[in-house]
């Protein structure tokens, strides 16, 4: 275990695999495309359940074009009945509160869930694509970190990357951080992800040294989670949306997340 680890997180520094959080964000964008119920972010993730994830991630955003607010507190209700099962809410906590969105801290606040993870994205960007600068951000992000805290959430924050110093982050309270890893996917499909995988690990190790735990995210998939994981170590939790929802219109719901949970058991 590396020195400096907070006690609230010692016990995810030996998990038995890393987790698998399912992003259920892709069903609402297909629902709200065509307005009505269809498909069920609900139904999706009673079957991701029983296909054995662990988690469950959502990011409601103002703009409301996935996942919303309403979806968060059915999607917590149900989780009541899988105590084991981790709901993380991803958002931007700085994006200002409108009709039918509360803002990312009354929504977390009502529904408390085990971790929120917390995120730069901006209506005008269509997914997330960059991580904190946590010297920059950090003075802004300390309250938010501090009442999320208070609220027993667990808070992960979004970075790039390349960072190699993370002792003012773990100063700031936070438990862990996600690495942002498109461009690991983007370098992976064109062939040689040796430096954006080296980039990867050193940017785990550091967070690791500084007492922070390590998740990771964004477009992953069952080709290249595999060569991630091994290169990348101890990595706590993966959250995995579109490529999985992608897969699943192929093979199935169930059968696609048992698969990645195979990839993830066999590292």
Do not use: W
Request: with cysteine; aromatic share 4%.
């Amino acid at each position: 275990m590396p020195d400096g680890v907070r006690e609230s997180e010692q016990s995810d520094f030996a998990p038995s695999m890393t987790s698998l959080s399912v992003n259920l964000n892709k069903f609402a964008v297909l629902r709200n495309s065509r307005g009505g119920a269809q498909p069920d972010p609900l139904v999706a993730a009673r079957c991701v359940i029983a296909a054995g994830a662990h988690g469950i991630t959502v990011h409601p955003r103002p703009d409301q074009r996935h996942i919303r607010a309403d979806d968060v507190r059915a999607l917590a209700l149900l989780l009541r009945e899988h105590p084991r099962i981790e709901l993380n809410i991803e958002g931007n906590p700085f994006a200002p509160a409108q009709e039918g969105y509360p803002g990312l801290l009354e929504i977390v606040r009502e529904v408390r869930p085990h971790q929120c993870t917390l995120v730069p994205d901006s209506d005008s960007q269509l997914t997330s694509d960059h991580g904190f600068d946590l010297d920059h951000h950090g003075p802004r992000l300390a309250p938010v970190v501090a009442a999320l805290r208070a609220l027993g959430v667990r808070v992960s924050v979004f970075v790039d990357a390349g960072r190699e110093s993370f002792d003012a982050a773990a100063n700031l309270g936070i438990d862990r951080v996600e690495i942002y890893t498109g461009p690991f996917a983007q370098a992976f499909r064109s062939g040689d992800a040796s430096a954006s995988l080296a980039e990867c690990a050193r940017t785990a190790r550091a967070a690791q040294d500084a007492g922070l735990g390590v998740n990771a995210g964004h477009d992953l998939d069952q080709r290249n989670l595999a060569p991630f994981l091994a290169a990348v170590p101890d990595i706590l939790e993966v959250s995995i949306g579109h490529a999985l929802i992608a897969e699943s219109l192929y093979a199935g719901l169930d059968p696609t997340v048992r698969n990645y949970l195979s990839v993830i058991d066999r590292v």
